[in-house]
Nanobody, 128 residues
Framework: QVQLVESGGGSVQAGGSLRLSCAAS????????IAWFRQTPGKEREGVAINTGGGTTYYADSVKGRFTISQDNAKNTVYLQMNSLQPEDTAMYYCAGAGIRAICYTGSRFSGSNYNSWGQGTQVTVSS
């Protein structure tokens, strides 16, 4: 089972950028479906972006055109580049791994229950 550690969160003003990192160990990211989720208190967890590792990416409608997910297999790390950040992007961001890569290609790819490995989260705060 892959272990995941996020980093890169912080506080920025609206319109700013951040890049989150998700460092994996215990397994290779290419064998897993790796996704970014976010959650704010009182709201449901939201799937943000997925990198299938096979050249296909998926994004929530709320972040399309602003966020980019990528990976570096040599570093066993997945990144989330976040541009044009808005206050509504404020959340705790989590990296999650599903041991079955096929999860990435299903209609339930953004269902958190499909992921069995979670990082500790990194906080992103965007001020107006």
């Amino acid at each position: 089972q892959v272990q995941l550690v996020e980093s890169g969160g912080g506080s920025v003003q609206a319109g700013g950028s951040l890049r989150l990192s998700c460092a994996a160990s215990g397994d290779t990211i290419s064998r897993n479906c790796i996704a970014w989720f976010r959650q704010t208190p009182g709201k449901e967890r939201e799937g943000v972006a997925i990198n299938t590792g096979g050249g296909t990416t998926y994004y929530a409608d709320s972040v399309k055109g602003r966020f980019t997910i990528s990976q570096d297999n040599a570093k066993n790390t997945v990144y989330l580049q976040m541009n044009s950040l808005q206050p509504e992007d404020t959340a705790m961001y989590y990296c999650a791994g599903a041991g079955i890569r096929a999860i990435c290609y299903t209609g339930s790819r953004f269902s958190g229950s499909n992921y069995n490995s979670w990082g500790q989260g990194t906080q992103v705060t965007v001020s107006s």
